[in-house]
C-alpha cells in the first residue's frame, strides 16, 4: 500500500523555522480559504469512483467539457469521472502509449496532450484512443498545460524551481526559474491556465497559487488539505457555470478538489459557457494498471534530490516515430534527473 504520510514531509515540517512552521500551519487549518474574495474558495470536494492507482501515483488530470480525465503513471488507461458527484464513467483504454502522467484538454483541437515516460509529449484523440507522439521537452511529469490563449503549452518538471512555455511545436519559449520561490518556497508541480491567469500547485505546501504569465505576481488562493502531494490542475468552465473552477488532484487518492478561480471562461473569450451534463454509461471494469487493490510497494521520499521508487518496471509500446531511447518508461525518479 502506499505510505499514508510521507516522512519527508515530517522532515520537512520539523526542518522548517518557527515563525514558517506557525504559517504553514495556519495555512493547512484554512483548507482552502479563498485569500481574494472568492478566489480559492472550495466549491466541490469528493473521492472520485474509480480504482486507486496501483503502486503508483497519478500526475495527470484533464477536464474535456463534459467529464474529469484522469491517469495512472505507467498505465495505458484514463479514467474518466463525472464532475457533478465524482462516479466513474467509461474509462479510456489507449493505444500506443504506456504511461501517463500529466494531462491537459485542448479545446482548439479537442484532444487531449499528455506527458510520458517524464519529457515526451503525445497527443490523445480520445474517440480513436490513439496516442500520437510529439515532440520531447525537457520534463512535463507534473505538469502540462494548454494555453488557448496563444495555442502554447506550459510544462515543467517534477516538484522543480523551473516552468518553461512552449511553442505548440515543442519549441522552447522561454524557461523561468526561481519559480518556488513564488511558491512559498516549495517546488511547483501542477499546471492549469485560464485566460490571462497561470495557476500552479506546489508540492511539500499542497497550496495553489494564482500568477500572471510573466511569474511576477503569484498570490495563493487555496491550500489542498492532504498529507500527500498536490498534483496537477485544470480549468472548468462548464461544470459550475457562470463560476470557473481549477480542480486539484492529490497524487496517492482519488480526491479532487474544485477551488474557484477568477472571473473569465478558461480560455478568456469571457463569460463561461452552460454546463454540459456527461453520460454515465458503464462502470469501468478495465483493470490495466488501476486496481482496486494493490500488492506492490511503493516508497516516495520527496526532498530535492529524492527519487520515486515502484515496484512495477512496466514494457512501454514504442510508437511509430516516437523516441525509442524512452520507450521504456524511466524510473519515476530519473525523471527529473535527464536520464532517460
Ligand atoms: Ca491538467
Known amino acids: 500500500m502506499l ?12 526542518g522548517l523555522p518557527l ?6 500551519l495556519a495555512s493547512l487549518v484554512m483548507l482552502g480559504t479563498g485569500a481574494q474574495g472568492a478566489v480559492g474558495n472550495p466549491l466541490r ?45 467509461t474509462p479510456l483504454t489507449l493505444t500506443g502509449i504506456s504511461d501517463v502522467a500529466s494531462l491537459t484538454w485542448d479545446g482548439t483541437r479537442q484532444k487531449l496532450w499528455a506527458c510520458s515516460g517524464g519529457p515526451n509529449v503525445y497527443q490523445i484523440d480520445t474517440t480513436t484512443r490513439v496516442a500520437t507522439f510529439k515532440f520531447q521537452v525537457s520534463s512535463c511529469v507534473d505538469g502540462l498545460a494548454y494555453d488557448p490563449v496563444d495555442d502554447t503549452l506550459w510544462a515543467g518538471c517534477d516538484a522543480c524551481t ?57 498570490t495563493l488562493i487555496a491550500t489542498f488539505p492532504s498529507t ?52 454515465r454509461t458503464a462502470t469501468p471494469t478495465t483493470a490495466g494498471a488501476s486496481t482496486a487493490t494493490s500488492t506492490g510497494t511503493a516508497t516516495r521520499t520527496p526532498t530535492a534530490t529524492s527519487t520515486r521508487t515502484a515496484t512495477r518496471t512496466p514494457t512501454a509500446t514504442i510508437t511509430p516515430g516516437g523516441p525509442t531511447a524512452t520507450a521504456t518508461p524511466c524510473p519515476p525518479g530519473l525523471h527529473k534527473k535527464g536520464i532517460c
Open 228 to 279: 500527500h502531494r498536490i498534483e496537477d490542475l485544470e480549468c472548468d468552465d462548464r461544470t459550475f457555470a457562470p463560476k470557473t473552477v481549477v480542480w486539484a488532484q492529490d497524487d496517492a487518492t482519488t480526491t479532487l478538489i474544485a477551488f474557484e478561480a477568477a472571473t473569465g471562461s478558461c480560455d478568456g473569450s469571457g463569460t463561461p459557457a452552460s454546463t454540459a451534463t456527461p453520460t
Open 162 to 218: 523551473t516552468l518553461d512555455h512552449y511553442a505548440i511545436t515543442g519549441t522552447l519559449i522561454h524557461r523561468f526559474t526561481g519559480v518556488d520561490q513564488k511558491l512559498g518556497g516549495h517546488g511547483r508541480s501542477g499546471i492549469a491556465v485560464q485566460g490571462a491567469n497561470l495557476y500552479l500547485s506546489n508540492s511539500g505546501g499542497e497550496q495553489v497559487y494564482k500568477c500572471t504569465k510573466d511569474l511576477v505576481t503569484c
Open 3 to 14: 505510505p499514508s504520510v510521507r516522512p519527508r514531509r515530517l522532515a520537512f515540517l520539523a
Open 45 to 89: 470536494q469528493f473521492n472520485a469512483q474509480v480504482p486507486n492507482c496501483s503502486a503508483t501515483w497519478s500526475t495527470g488530470l484533464a477536464f474535456d467539457g463534459t467529464a474529469l480525465i484522469r491517469s495512472c503513471w505507467y498505465s495505458n488507461v484514463l479514467q474518466r469521472i463525472n464532475p457533478a458527484d465524482g462516479s466513474a464513467l
Open 19 to 24: 515563525s514558517l512552521l506557525a504559517a504553514t
